[in-house]
């Protein structure tokens, strides 16, 4: 049974720092592309950033970009999310999700897309 396990959430000032986990099992993590995405209240969800595992390839929406990094350890089948100054834009639950697929696709897919495999998700609140 495949499994995603989110972690490291919590509540930050603004310009505050967290660092998200998302570990694995029941998959061949090589064979994965494992994206961040985020859905906040009366918002659609919003792909973040991704890290194709085999390459360690990574990708970042421009609201990340500059403030979070994505990054991986296989040997834990874990991928993390950096995220630093953080702004109240940013409170969001935040899922990880992967596919046999390309992050190139994976950042590109609507928000109704279905993933197959993502977990149950941690919230981040950033206070002003």
């Known amino acids: 049974e495949v499994q995603l396990v989110e972690s490291g959430g919590g509540l930050v000032q603004a310009g505050g720092s967290l660092r998200l986990s998302c570990a694995a099992s029941g998959l061949t993590f090589d064979d994965y592309s494992i994206l961040w995405f985020r859905q906040a209240p009366g918002k659609e969800r919003e792909g973040v950033s991704c890290?194709?595992?085999?390459?360690?390839?990574?990708y970042y929406k421009d609201s990340a970009r500059g403030r979070f990094t994505i990054s991986s350890d296989n040997a834990k089948n874990t991928v993390y999310l950096q995220m630093n100054n953080l702004k109240p834009e940013d409170t969001a639950v935040y899922y990880c999700?992967?596919?046999?697929?390309?992050?190139?696709?994976?950042?590109?897919?609507?928000?109704?897309?279905?993933?197959?495999?993502w977990g149950q998700g941690t919230q981040v609140t950033v206070s002003s």
């Open positions: 890290i194709t595992i085999s390459s360690d390839s990574t």
């Open positions: 999700a992967a596919e046999r697929s390309s992050c190139y696709r994976m950042l590109g897919l609507p928000a109704s897309h279905t993933y197959d495999y």
